[in-house]
């Protein structure tokens, strides 16, 4: 256990929908970072949260949005998804002197 | 843009055997990142470079970095079975909020 918790680990819905994947960081960690990993796009960094405040934006897609809550978990929300959305989806926590752990990923399937 | 590159991209490697993976990024920075990942699995953190010169050695694997030549080595000595897996770098812009990763080694070793 890498102390970064996401949920759920699988999620299969249709193209069109809309889902949440939730993250806690580990205890002290005050940023929450989200990344996608596809076959074709490799390891992308979406988006940063820092003590409920953004603070760094990567390719994410307008209909993707995050917001990390006053106990630090954080929650991203795809919308009208696509099948090309199909990906693992993991956050992170850390910092760049300590490093960075990853969470164990949601895989998401759009049908 | 920060770009990561890894070489080579696959390896196909005997037990016992040595060998190098290379990680060449694009811009200054003195944090980089060496992870594993196996199938469908999270990010395993394996090495937390901070500085010139930076060597570190965790059992069979040994990882350098030389910020003057913008190039990080993920040496593997004596490589088992159990080395089998994708191995990724990762470089921090100077923020320290977001990872560039390179697109992954995927090692196969073979008894």
């Known amino acids: 256990d890498s102390g970064v918790t996401q949920t759920p680990k699988h999620l299969i819905t249709a193209t069109g929908q809309r889902v949440t994947l939730r993250c806690s960081p580990r205890?002290?960690?005050?940023?929450v970072y989200w990344y996608q990993q596809s076959l074709d796009q490799g390891l992308q960094f979406l988006i940063q949260?820092?003590?409920?405040?953004?603070?760094a934006k990567g390719n994410i897609l307008e209909r993707f949005s995050a917001q990390q809550f006053p106990d630090l978990h954080s929650e991203l929300n795809l919308s009208s998804l696509e099948l090309g959305d199909s990906a693992l989806y993991f956050c992170?926590?850390?910092?760049?002197?300590?490093?960075?752990?990853f969470g164990s990923g949601t895989r998401l399937t759009v049908v | 843009e920060l770009k990561v590159e890894q070489n080579p991209l696959f390896l196909s490697m005997q037990e016992g055997k040595n060998y190098t993976i290379y990680c060449n990024y694009s811009?200054?920075?003195?944090?980089l990142y060496w992870y594993r990942q196996d199938p469908g699995k999270s990010l395993e953190s394996l090495f937390v470079?901070?500085?010139?010169?930076a060597v570190k050695q965790e059992g069979r694997l040994m990882a350098s970095l030389d910020t003057k030549a913008r190039l990080s080595t993920l040496h593997i000595t004596a490589a088992v079975h159990d080395l089998s897996a994708t191995y990724f770098c990762?470089?921090?812009?100077?923020?320290?909020?977001?990872?560039?990763f390179g697109g992954g080694t995927r090692l196969m070793v073979k008894p």
């Open positions: 811009t200054t920075s003195d944090r």
């Open positions: 470079l901070l500085s010139n010169g």
């Open positions: 949260y820092y003590n409920g405040e953004e603070r």
């Open positions: 205890s002290g960690d005050l940023s």
């Open positions: 992170a926590s850390g910092t760049a002197n300590y490093g960075y752990t």
């Open positions: 990762a470089v921090v812009n100077n923020a320290g909020n977001m990872l560039t």
